[in-house]
């Protein structure tokens, strides 16, 4: 049972929990037509509710939902709508910083205000399955408020997306995408070759450096240590490897493993040789 506080509009209430007197936003069609406050009222079927506790890199969400036009908390529950469909279980406190950065997107779109962000085609690539499920934005967006959203856009949103699915924050996300793309091109500067971004090798390489930042996040350690082959057999791939687990250790304000060097050296080898260079890194 719930208290009403608010209702924000038709579709939107913020309301006090009866048994626990904290704060919780209910969203759902029609939950907020003709609603008083202090009312009472049980959450009605097909409504979502969402702890106004939540702490994000944004603020807290108690405050965020007041800076929000709750036209965008509908749109973002839209999206988590359809990323539950794909991906099952989400983290749906996700809620209040991906409207709130559908807000600003919005924003900078009525303005003129085009972004370009030089790591989307790593996104659509790293974080393949969540770009699809944030390009559902653009028919919401063309329905509801008659805008077009651009692939940069939408690699931002794709990253809020992962984020309610995986234990890993936007910035996270972002500094991986990035990291991928930073290993890339020291690859390719000392090849003198361009990666083919669709190629198997170019994929595990991605995939490894995600998990190998999710590794060190949660502390876990690999077993084989292939540090001594990798050093003797591929010296320049090795060194490679270690300048791009120091870069990130950096980041995450946490030294990797020294194990993963050899294992990352492993995967840059195979990229350079997929390349058709004949001659080492």
Do not use: W
Request: aromatic content about 6%; charged content about 25%.
């Amino acid at each position: 049972m719930f208290r009403v506080k608010k209702a924000l509009n038709h579709n939107t209430v913020i309301a006090v929990g009866m048994e626990d007197n904290q704060e919780y936003l209910l969203l759902g069609k029609g939950v907020g037509f003709g609603k008083k406050v202090s009312q009472r009222m049980e959450a009605p079927e097909g409504c979502t509710v969402y702890s106004l506790q939540e702490k994000s890199d944004r603020g807290k969400a108690s405050e965020l939902v007041k800076s929000i036009d709750p036209v965008f908390l509908e749109i973002a529950g839209q999206v988590l709508r359809e990323s539950e469909r794909v991906f099952g279980r989400i983290d749906r406190s996700i809620l209040f910083p991906m409207a709130d950065h559908i807000a600003f997107a919005v924003k900078r779109i009525r303005e003129g205000e085009q972004i370009s962000n030089p790591l989307t085609s790593d996104i659509q690539a790293l974080f393949h399955m969540e770009y699809k499920v944030a390009e559902c934005l653009r028919p919401i967006l063309r329905e509801r408020l008659q805008m077009e959203i651009d692939e940069h856009e939408i690699g931002y949103v794709a990253l809020h997306v992962h984020s309610a699915i995986e234990e890993e924050g936007v910035a996270l996300s972002m500094q991986i995408a990035r990291t991928v793309r930073e290993c890339i091109e020291m690859v390719e500067r000392e090849t003198g070759q361009k990666i083919d971004v669709v190629s198997l090798s170019y994929n595990r390489l991605m995939n490894h450096i995600r998990y190998m930042v999710a590794r060190a996040v949660r502390g876990e350690k690999l077993k084989l240590n292939m540090n001594d082959y990798m050093y003797t057999k591929f010296p320049d791939a090795f060194h490679l490897a270690a300048e791009v687990c120091s870069h990130l250790g950096q980041y995450l304000k946490q030294p990797l493993d020294e194990v993963e060097i050899g294992y990352l050296a492993m995967h840059i080898e195979r990229v350079a040789a997929e390349t058709g260079e004949t001659a080492p890194l």
